[in-house]
């Protein structure tokens, strides 16, 4: 199994930055996706932005000039930067990694207008 620490979520005016941070531990040898996923309330989750071990990323349109995933291999972390951020982007932010299919347990975003 892979267990992933999430850290750097909180609380931030509309205009504003966060990083958030990701360190996956366990069975991570085979570990080659990592990225993150919110959930609003009300609202399904869906995937904010992901990056693989050769660096390839991708974004959810939403975020796309505004977020920034990167990865450090050698500490098995990934990062989400997050600037200009809006009201519409509070959520639950969970970070992911496969394979074996991993979960953090969440971080708590709040924008406020």
């Known amino acids: 199994q892979v267990q992933l620490v999430e850290s750097g979520g909180g609380l931030v005016q509309a205009g504003g930055s966060l990083r958030l941070s990701c360190a996956a531990s366990?069975?991570?040898?085979?570990?080659?996706?990592m990225g993150w996923y919110r959930q609003a309330p009300g609202k399904q989750r869906e995937l904010v932005a992901i990056?693989?071990?050769?660096?390839?990323?991708n974004y959810v349109d939403s975020v796309k000039g505004r977020c920034t995933i990167s990865m450090d291999n050698a500490k098995n972390t990934v990062y989400l930067q997050m600037n200009s951020l809006k009201p519409e982007d509070t959520a639950v932010y969970y970070c992911?990694?496969?394979?074996?299919?991993?979960w953090g347990q969440g971080t708590q975003v709040t924008v406020s207008s």
């Open positions: 366990g069975s991570i040898f085979r570990l080659n996706t």
């Open positions: 990056i693989n071990s050769g660096g390839r990323t």
């Open positions: 992911y990694a496969a394979p074996p299919v991993g």
